[in-house]
């Protein structure tokens, strides 16, 4: 399979504290994305980190990615009860057709 | 404004039965895709269309046939369902750019109730 596996697939934190979510996939990739999707709803893109990057920021997310061994990671600092939801590594691979894969997903809650 | 739509929200009906779900972006992108989600979350592309061409076509059952008037509209008919297609259905929309697909937008989903 294609698929990102995250993990762990279920996190529960307490509000203030960080939560750091895995990504990890088979084959080279062009870029590795990050989306969240809270219950009910559609997802929603977060950050889009390229196969020459290796660290990437915005407001309170960190993503990482090392090529290397073919994993990411998602930090979300200083959490919040509105960043409970889950969330989705999506890869595209090199040599593929045009199309995102996507993980399992992590299911995140942040209790107030 | 929404940026990406779908219409409906909600859909239950019996199986055997045809439907369909319509999609429409107003972000001026020219690649839109159709997404299955089932129950344990586990998102799954099925269609891609640029410019009104298809460029992705997943393994999925004939059953489903997408269409696309233009590049803002992606619509999905569904013939003779299935209990299995009762799933959470989401459109999305991207700008097809080299290098790999880029950062999608997602409607809100069409939940799909087959009894």
């Known amino acids: 399979s294609q698929q990102g596996e995250e993990d762990p697939q279920a996190l529960s934190i307490q509000e203030g504290e960080n939560a750091t979510m895995n990504c990890s996939y088979k084959?080279?990739?062009?870029?590795l994305q990050w989306y969240r999707q809270n219950s009910g709803r559609g997802l929603v893109h977060l950050i889009l980190?390229?196969?020459?990057?290796r660290e990437k920021h915005s407001g309170r997310l960190r993503v990482t990615l090392d090529t290397s061994k073919k994993s990411s990671s998602l930090l979300i600092t200083a959490s919040r009860a509105a960043d409970t939801a889950s969330y989705f590594c999506a890869t595209d691979y090199r040599g593929g057709s045009e199309k995102l894969v996507f993980g399992k997903g992590t299911k995140l809650t942040v209790n107030p | 404004d929404t940026a990406v739509s779908q219409t409906p929200k909600y859909l239950v009906t019996q199986m055997g039965n045809d439907k369909s779900i319509k999609c429409e972006q107003n972000?001026?992108?020219?690649?839109m895709y159709w997404y299955k989600q089932d129950s344990k979350k586990f998102l799954k592309i099925m269609f891609s269309y640029n410019n009104k061409e298809l460029i992705i076509n997943e393994t999925v059952p004939n059953r489903f046939s997408p269409k696309s008037p233009d590049k803002a509209h992606l619509n999905l008919h569904i013939n003779s369902l299935e209990l299995g297609d009762s799933a959470v259905y989401f459109c999305?929309?991207?700008?097809?750019?080299?290098?790999?697909?880029?950062?999608?937008?997602f409607g809100p989903g069409t939940r799909l109730t087959v009894l």
């Open positions: 084959t080279s990739i062009n870029n």
């Open positions: 972000l001026g992108h020219d690649t």
């Open positions: 999305a929309s991207s700008q097809r750019r080299a290098g790999g697909p880029d950062t999608q937008y």
């Open positions: 980190i390229r196969s020459n990057e």
